[in-house]
């Protein structure tokens, strides 16, 4: 699991830097929201990731725990923010009407739902292992399960 941290790590920062000078670039035309991501939460997941794969950086526990708790509350932020205001529903209803011109409209509701599947995939796959280390630094292999279990409230109290 150590060899998966490390590989994945050093390409979500070769990731990071080939992506944030053409980004910068477009600073005018970026939103607030995107700003405080590529310049605040970026470097936050690259930190965390390269954290839980190498062990280089030893931050406080309970500063690994808010970066965690503000991070997850952005992710969400973030998510909405490009579901509701780049008009993503506006975007998909394009292409389903694209899709329907060119084949049968059960064919076209079917590859569209696919579309979406794989973007959902691919965007968890840049967005959860992030989020997955900052736990990790946290609260080490302690299970998130364990952490929310009511036995464990009553045993701490």
Same mark, same amino acid.
């Given at each position: 699991?150590?060899?998966?941290?490390?590989?994945?790590?050093?390409?979500?920062?070769?990731?990071?830097? *080939?992506? %944030?000078?053409?980004?910068? =670039? !477009?600073?005018?035309?970026?939103s607030p929201i995107d700003l405080i991501d590529l310049l605040v939460f970026m470097p936050i997941a690259v930190v965390g990731l390269w954290s839980a794969a190498y062990r280089h950086l030893s931050l406080p526990t309970n500063t690994w725990k808010m970066l965690l708790f503000i991070s997850v509350f952005w992710r969400a932020l973030f998510v909405g923010n490009i579901i509701?205001?780049?008009?993503?529903?506006?975007?998909?209803? *394009?292409? %389903?009407?694209?899709?329907? =011109? !060119?084949?049968?409209?059960?064919?076209?509701?079917?590859?569209?739902?696919?579309?979406?599947?794989?973007?959902?995939?691919?965007?968890s796959f840049v967005v959860?292992?992030?989020?997955?280390?900052?736990?990790?630094?946290?609260?080490?292999?302690?299970?998130?399960?364990k952490l929310m279990s009511p036995m464990r409230a009553r045993q701490t109290a």
């Open positions: 699991m150590l060899f998966f941290w490390r590989i994945y790590a050093v390409a979500y920062l070769v990731f990071a830097a *080939a992506i %944030l000078p053409p980004t910068l =670039g !477009r600073f005018s035309h970026l509701l205001f780049n008009d993503l529903i506006g975007k998909v209803h *394009a292409g %389903l009407v694209f899709l329907n =011109g !060119r084949m049968a409209p059960a064919a076209a509701n079917g590859i569209m739902v696919m579309i979406l599947a794989v973007g959902f995939v691919l965007g959860v292992p992030p989020l997955i280390a900052l736990y990790r630094n946290a609260y080490g292999d302690e299970s998130l399960l």
